[in-house]
């Protein structure tokens, strides 16, 4: 397992450098709407590891090594996991710095948000990171990364803006709302996770026709 | 003796084509070479045995393991495997490739690896898809071969390459077993190269096993006889395989015990047998 | 130890080293109980597979030529009068069965045949009483 998670990591650190950075970017901005972004963004990553994978047949020569199929599928995960936790320390650090010198009240929409209400906006954006992971992996694993493709984008996109959308005009609405909204999210998450490693391995054997 | 890898009754069908029945046992120690045309049914042969595809019938068993049970994963570490095309992410150097195996194999070798990569003259930083076919295959065999592995699969790991470096890797492979215990199965449709080395060949065509004899009593059972289109009826039935008739003569694949010294033979090749099998009259 | 092997249609491999080697032993360039490459060895060296060269040994073996011993290898055996003659009649009948066959494909009988062989004996005669080859 640690093999592959090595080599999706190269893959971040050479091909998709562009794209980390920028989320290293997002991440740093004082402003909430990109620094969700930049959490969410992190599940979009087991995607393009599995279009890399796809495109030499790795899975074919991967299948005859000592990989487990549990290996495999896991490791996808765990790497779409390392980046939205990577993303959401810096997020957050970034937001607490900025709470902190007073940055955030002026050029923050919602700067008038404070620790623990920044804290439960994370915490739905980790969770519905892990969601829109859950549910594109297997869309991938099963369609192949080229259908693929367009369902997740579509599915991930529409999710976000309104996800976010949400939490960015969160100022109107009471502080119980948000803590709500983050509970489902950790709740579904914490549930969907699972669900998913298990179809997602359920498909990968079936691929193997 | 101990078999490498024992086959029967496997069968696998797809839309279009069938691969049926096939049974076959590779004795610890030797090589033995998968013929065919493009198509014929070698490669899913071989990704049946590392049930990298599920088959649908028969039974598999390589170093002695069922090839379906959970002791299998232990066994691919056995086991090296160069493919025809499927390779690393294209994104891997050299360099990662070695950071990866070391994490992959338990027995992963990175001095030998290094050495066959300086020997093959491969760029350890550039990354794989800038990489020639021979210079892919190269980096396969590199890897297949660092990781002390018992069995060796190798589907068209010489295809691409040219003759000098065939016969280069050839070699290896005839080196690899040197030992006892070290066996290889390798398809090709470059059949000179499988008649260099090998100790059994098995000839897949249509999806269904020809034959699997062993390489030399193959070359000793037939010869080639080239004589006028009329004398082609003076051989007894029984001898003749086939027959390619042209316009100056004919050639004919014959048993060579059955033929009288009368006739001039020649020794047919492993792809002579092959054609005249497919192609011939006697389709037995 | 020398093994030439030649791709003729007519000798099988394992037939050629036998009798190379046969002829290497007879001739005493193989002396008794030298080693002999192992069965793996030698079918790599010469490049031709090892069912071959065991088939090989395993007739040189058979005919009394070598001898095994477990777990050690293979030995040249010991040489002897009978062993050769034994050899050189197979020879024989090897190449009178040779001379039969043509002889039958162009018509000549048994008896023109045997005259043959009487007149060239006579004509030799004189290498024969001397005991030595031409």
């Known amino acids: 397992m640690r093999a592959l998670i090595l080599k999706d990591t190269f893959i971040l650190k050479n091909q998709m450098r562009f794209f980390m950075i920028l989320m290293l970017f997002f991440a740093l901005m004082p402003n909430m709407f990109m620094q969700g972004f930049s959490v969410v963004y992190g599940a979009l990553i087991p995607v393009s590891v599995l279009a890399y994978d796809e495109r030499s047949k790795w899975n074919q020569l991967a299948a005859m090594m000592p990989y487990t199929e549990r290996d495999m599928v896991v490791s996808k995960y765990l790497v779409g996991l390392m980046a939205v936790a990577v993303s959401s320390v810096i997020a957050i650090a970034a937001r607490m710095i900025y709470i902190v010198t007073g940055l955030s009240a002026s050029i923050d929409d919602i700067g008038k948000m404070d620790i623990p209400a920044c804290l439960i906006s994370f915490l739905a954006m980790i969770g519905a990171a892990i969601i829109i992971m859950s549910v594109n992996i297997p869309l991938l694993i099963k369609l192949g990364a080229e259908k693929g493709r367009l369902a997740y984008l579509v599915i991930t996109v529409v999710f976000t803006l309104v996800l976010i959308s949400v939490v960015t005009n969160v100022g109107e609405l009471p502080a119980i709302n948000l803590s709500v909204i983050a509970a489902v999210m950790i709740v579904l998450a914490a549930v969907m996770l699972p669900l998913s490693m298990n179809i997602s391995g359920k498909l990968y054997d079936k691929e193997r026709q | 003796m101990k078999n490498a890898i024992e086959v029967r009754g496997l069968t696998k069908k797809y839309d279009g084509f069938t691969l049926d029945n096939v049974s076959f046992d590779l004795p610890e120690g030797c090589i033995m070479g998968l013929i065919g045309e493009n198509g014929a049914g070698k490669s899913t042969t071989i990704r049946l045995i590392m049930d990298a595809i599920k088959r649908d019938a028969g039974s598999v068993m390589v170093l002695g393991c069922d090839n379906e049970s959970d002791a299998f994963r232990d066994i691919k570490e056995d086991i090296g495997v160069v493919l025809d095309e499927a390779y690393f992410p294209e994104y891997i150097t050299p360099a990662f490739a070695d950071k990866m195996m070391a994490l992959t194999y338990k027995r992963w070798d990175s001095a030998k690896y290094n050495g066959y990569i300086d020997e093959f003259r491969l760029p350890r930083d550039k990354q794989f898809k800038d990489f020639s076919r021979g210079m892919k295959m190269k980096l396969a065999i590199a890897v297949a071969l660092s990781h002390d592995p018992k069995l060796l699969i190798l589907d068209e790991a010489t295809s691409g390459l040219d003759p000098i470096i065939r016969d280069e890797i050839l070699d290896m492979f005839n080196e690899f077993t040197r030992e006892p215990d070290h066996s290889i199965l390798l398809s090709s449709h470059i059949v000179s190269d499988l008649e260099k080395i090998c100790d059994y060949i098995a000839f897949i065509h249509q999806g269904r096993l020809i034959f699997c004899e062993e390489k030399d009593a193959l070359l000793d059972e037939y010869a080639m006889v080239k004589c006028a289109g009329e004398q082609v009826d003076d051989l007894p039935e029984e001898a003749l395989i086939g027959a390619k008739y042209g316009k100056y003569g004919a050639e004919c694949l014959v048993r060579r015990d059955m033929v009288s010294e009368a006739f001039e033979m020649e020794r047919a090749g492993i792809e002579d047998i092959m054609l005249y099998m497919v192609k011939g009259d006697g389709l037995k | ?134």
């Open chain 3, 1 to 134: 130890m020398e093994i030439i092997i030649s791709n003729s249609v007519n000798k099988p491999i394992y037939e050629q080293i036998c009798t190379q080697i046969k002829n290497q032993i007879i001739s005493g360039a193989l002396p008794e109980d030298e080693a002999l490459p192992s069965i793996r060895s030698l079918a790599k060296d010469l490049r031709i597979s090892v069912i071959t060269t065991k088939r090989a040994y395993d007739e040189l073996e058979q005919e009394g030529f070598i001898y095994t011993i477990a777990g050690k290898g293979c030995f040249v055996a010991k040489r002897n009068t009978e062993m050769i003659r034994e050899e050189n009649l197979k020879k024989i009948e090897g190449l009178l069965e040779e001379v039969r066959m043509l002889a039958r494909s162009c018509g000549i009988s048994g008896d023109e045949l045997a005259d043959m062989l009487r007149l060239l004996t006579e004509e030799n005669a004189e290498d024969n009483t001397h005991g030595g080859t031409k």
